[in-house]
């Protein structure tokens, strides 16, 4: 199996000190705005990234077809009029190398390189009850200290395999999508497999299959998919977005997912089946999450809406996929359109009709054993040069695990996490103070930057306001707590998606305890505005739910005394 051994060229950035007012841990979208917030206010602060640089999911996912479903101007950063006016986005939904030149041009353009140090994965970090402090051990075997810890660790970072029998016997190149390799991989004259046909194996299929002289589709649960319908942004056009930035933004934070679709206001049952009709076919060719986001809300709560939602996707696959039996495999019969995230795509359905891609269907045909030379089924047996596998990852809470963080009386975050994430407004969690996450688990999970923002834009001014007030250390109310998990829990309730096989409920047939079934609350589903409005409701009640304290050593520390917390 190869991984991305990228050699680690920054490692001349790491800071000679050892502790930190702020360490921010991350050096994605979200680790790159918050150090940017710590830098403007003079903290001593650091952002401590595994990866070899900057850029989190822009950074790891090479594979070919990586894009943006988000429309790239709604996805930018809205911080800097400057880079607002700077930045030019070439196309409507980004390419991946685009968009982690937009991440390096951010971080250059405001000198934020200096604050990172890459390379350096923390192994671990528990919170010394005596001095109010993290200590941060990273896998180089540092150690570090820092008052207050903000995770900005990703919620799709983690990738995860599947566990076949021989997979380590494959002789060829194999790799999870994620890590693509970053080296060009000529793929001419080449056999190649992808396993998965989730949102990743939806971009890149098309992609291989032009490159490859064979490919073929292991797939178990078809997924949803709609057109992308992908275009270029022109000077001009880009000039017309930069005058309508406020107002996009704005659209943005009033719309439930961020984004600058909003939904049809009128309900599903005012309108005669062939204004819907109308509606889907004019939706359906509009770009992005249109199809999606701007549908009737009914098709998201209601069985027959969504029913004939579904109805009517599945016929625009039949007619794009010219053998019938094979557009029978490729719509989804165990769950209705858009109560999963909603994947989209580029020719995908077209590609099943080129002559070098095979469909093979792993619910009749399952994957037995992977082989030196290639795939073995209960029915035949495959030789390839590449086995892709696009079989997700271990969503919200995977990177948190891997922290192994351990809060006040020996507790492990992972352990109060078991059955699925517990936390206050998806920014904190009892039991683990002076840490913070964003883009945590329960928060919208909408546009991420648009949430992504809103955490960072609420976590300064509370530090702060910590710092003002001279507070050495905050916790969360167990009782706040447990109201927020039963309102996420209640946010569920009536949604389709509850019973969706998806990330959105945990499900992840590659990872223990998180089978179908024992659903794990990993979104914030009422919406961006509504959120926004429970932080702000929260703020100005003084910060309600949240304690503070000034009794606690202060923060000058003895990194022995820490070194010391690490030992136990
Ligand atoms: C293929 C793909 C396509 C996507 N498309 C969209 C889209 O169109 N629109 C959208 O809104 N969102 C999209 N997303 C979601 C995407 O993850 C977010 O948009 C955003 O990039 C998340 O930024 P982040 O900084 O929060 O996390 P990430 O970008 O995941 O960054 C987290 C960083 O933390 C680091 N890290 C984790 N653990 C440790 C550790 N122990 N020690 C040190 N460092 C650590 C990781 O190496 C990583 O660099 C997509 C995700 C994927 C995977």
Not at 55 to 67: E, F, L, S, V
């Amino acid at each position: 199996m190869t991984e991305n051994m990228t050699e680690i060229k920054n490692i001349a950035n790491i800071d000679s000190h050892l502790d930190y007012q702020v360490i921010v841990i991350g050096a994605g979208l979200s680790g790159i705005y918050q150090i940017k917030r710590l830098a403007d206010l003079g903290v001593r602060a650091t952002v401590l990234e595994a990866n070899a640089d900057l850029g989190g999911t822009w950074y790891n996912n090479r594979y070919p077809g990586a894009r943006f479903d988000s429309e790239s101007y709604t996805y930018g950063y809205s911080f800097s009029q400057e880079v607002l006016d700077e930045w030019h986005w070439t196309e409507k939904h980004s390419p991946q190398p685009e968009t982690l030149s937009y991440l390096n041009f951010v971080t250059d353009k405001f000198g934020l390189r200096k604050y990172m140090q890459f390379g350096c994965k923390v192994h671990s970090m528990v919170f010394n009850e005596d001095t109010n402090n993290w200590a941060i051990r990273l896998d180089d075997g540092r150690q570090l200290t820092a008052r207050f810890v903000i995770t900005a660790v990703g919620t799709l970072s983690t990738p995860t395999l599947p566990k076949f029998e021989g997979m380590a016997s494959f002789k060829g190149a194999s790799f999870h999508a994620s890590n693509w390799p970053h080296e060009p991989l000529d793929l001419t004259g080449k056999r190649v497999a992808v396993i998965g046909a989730g949102a990743t194996a939806i971009q890149l299929i098309p992609e291989v299959a032009k490159a490859a002289e064979q490919l073929t589709v292991f797939q178990r649960r078809p997924n949803w998919a709609a057109p992308l319908n992908n275009a270029p942004i022109s000077e001009s056009e880009m000039a017309l977005i930069r005058e309508r930035y406020d107002e996009i933004f704005d659209v943005c934070a009033r719309s439930p997912g961020g984004f600058e679709h909003m939904p049809d206001s009128r309900s599903f049952y005012d309108v005669s089946p062939e204004q819907r009709r109308e509606l889907w076919d004019r939706l359906y060719d509009e770009p992005g999450f249109a199809i999606w986001l701007q549908n009737f809300m009914e098709i998201f709560v209601d069985e027959k809406a969504n029913a004939e939602i579904s109805d009517y996707i599945a016929e625009r696959i039949r007619r794009r996929v010219n053998d019938p039996v094979l557009a029978e495999k490729l719509i989804p019969k165990d769950h209705g359109f858009g109560v999963q995230r909603l994947p989209l795509e580029t020719g995908y359905f077209e590609t099943y009709n080129r002559s070098n891609v095979e469909l093979v269907d792993s619910t009749e045909t399952p994957i037995v054993r992977l082989t030196p030379n290639g795939i073995e089924t209960s029915e035949a047996s495959f030789e390839f040069d590449v086995i892709v596998y696009a079989t997700g990852f271990d969503s919200f809470t995977g990177a948190f695990d891997k922290l192994n963080v351990q809060g006040t009386n020996g507790k492990q975050l992972r352990d109060k996490w078991a059955a699925g994430p517990v936390t206050y407004l998806g920014l904190m969690a009892s039991g683990f103070p002076n840490f913070l996450m964003l883009m945590g688990p329960q928060t919208p999970a909408a546009n991420f930057p648009r949430s992504a923002e809103m955490s960072v834009n609420w976590v300064t001014p509370f530090l702060e306001h910590m710092w003002a007030h001279g507070h050495q250390r905050f916790e969360v109310d167990d009782a706040a707590e447990a109201e927020w998990v039963e309102h996420v829990k209640d946010m569920y309730k009536g949604a389709l998606l509850r019973n969706a096989k998806s990330f959105f409920t945990g499900y992840n047939s590659n990872i223990e305890g998180h089978e179908y079934g024992k659903t794990r609350y990993n979104i914030y589903n009422g919406g961006v505005p509504r959120y926004a409005n429970m932080l702000s409701q929260m703020t100005n009640n003084d910060y309600e739910g949240i304690y503070f304290s000034k009794n606690k050593s202060h923060y000058t520390l003895d990194s022995e005394v820490n070194a010391a917390t690490l030992e136990q």
